[in-house]
């Protein structure tokens, strides 16, 4: 079909899928060799593609690959201590469109260069779709705070990140606040699997808005997924007490966390007392868990056996039948 049966909008779609700031080449060659395209990207739309590859091409040396077509094409992207900025996490969330490989994004800056929303300016920048293999994202000794807690679980909500099984925010100054606007986003990905939420200061509040069980008859219901996969959730050098231990006792004993296998509680304020108690629950709650298995198993044998004897009957009556 030629383009110039397609409508305005339609062809702009088309060269929007070409625009690729990694490889703005394509966009160029299209445009040039057809007269429809061509006035979809006029001098100054040429000028800032250029621009915008200029800057992918500048963090890419900063974050040490030696050219965007090494970004495109990674699985694996680690940035440790490369003294990044907002502005490059900024630049950086632009290209989460365009990174169809990448698996596994670890950023780790304790140098504080990228300031106190550059956390903030990545998940901003997260578009619909964005990232969308990364199944495991890492951000170490980086500001997240209020703000950026926020813009994460509106990135999470839009559909950025569809695949994320594992989030690990170390070090990221996330308060009860915090975890409380980022809880509701993390209890609807039905993947997440493991949870690091090691060295930050939220307490028994924060927690609870993550982990809490089902809420009374008449409440409104707790968001979709409910951390059914969970299966690593990291609370060391947190701020939970023994309140935050009960909470997490009561949601293993309802059934909100069924896969939980390992919660880390090392050197938080709770007494031993109160981390027993959760030990206990999750020992109950394997316990209930592999019943189930079992009872599945079961179901599953018995379905097979009606199964084969509906069939056997399809085929001409039971064994023996005359």
Request: aromatic content about 2%; proline content about 7%; hydrophobic content about 45%.
């Amino acid at each position: 079909m030629a383009l110039s049966k397609l409508s305005g909008d339609e062809q702009g779609i088309i060269l929007g899928q070409l625009r690729n700031t990694l490889e703005p080449r394509l966009a160029m060659y299209f445009s040039s060799a057809s007269t429809e395209l061509r006035p979809l990207l006029p001098p100054a739309v040429r000028q800032q593609l250029r621009a915008d590859y200029e800057v992918a091409t500048a963090l890419c040396v900063k974050m040490g690959m030696r050219s965007c077509k090494e970004l495109r094409e990674a699985t694996t992207v680690g940035c440790h201590g490369k003294g990044l900025s907002a502005a490059d996490l900024a630049t950086l969330s632009t290209l989460g469109s365009v990174l169809p490989a990448l698996e596994s994004l670890i950023l780790s800056e304790r140098s504080g260069s990228a300031g106190p929303d550059g956390v903030q300016r990545l998940a901003e920048g997260l578009v619909a779709g964005a990232l969308p293999a990364v199944t495991c994202l890492n951000i170490y000794n980086m500001h997240v705070g209020d703000a950026g807690a926020s813009a994460l679980a509106a990135a999470l909500d839009r559909g950025a990140l569809p695949r994320l099984e594992v989030l690990d925010l170390t070090s990221a100054g996330i308060g009860d606040a915090a975890l409380v606007a980022l809880a509701p986003a993390l209890r609807r990905r039905l993947a997440l699997e493991h949870l690091c939420l090691f060295d930050n200061p939220f307490g028994d509040e924060g927690l609870a808005a993550l982990v809490a069980p089902p809420p009374p008859a008449g409440t409104p219901p707790l968001p979709t997924g409910g951390l059914k996969k969970l299966e690593v959730l990291d609370l060391d050098c947190t701020e939970v007490s023994d309140a935050g231990c009960a909470t997490l006792a009561a949601a293993l004993d309802s059934g909100a966390l069924p896969a939980l296998v390992t919660p880390q509680l090392n050197d938080i304020p709770a007494s031993a007392a109160a981390i027993d108690i959760v030990s206990a629950a999750l020992e109950r709650s394997r316990a209930e868990a592999l019943a189930r298995a079992e009872r599945a198993a079961i179901a599953a044998s018995a379905a097979r056996e009606l199964g084969r004897r509906r069939s056997q009957r399809l085929r001409g009556g039971e064994p023996g039948a005359h």
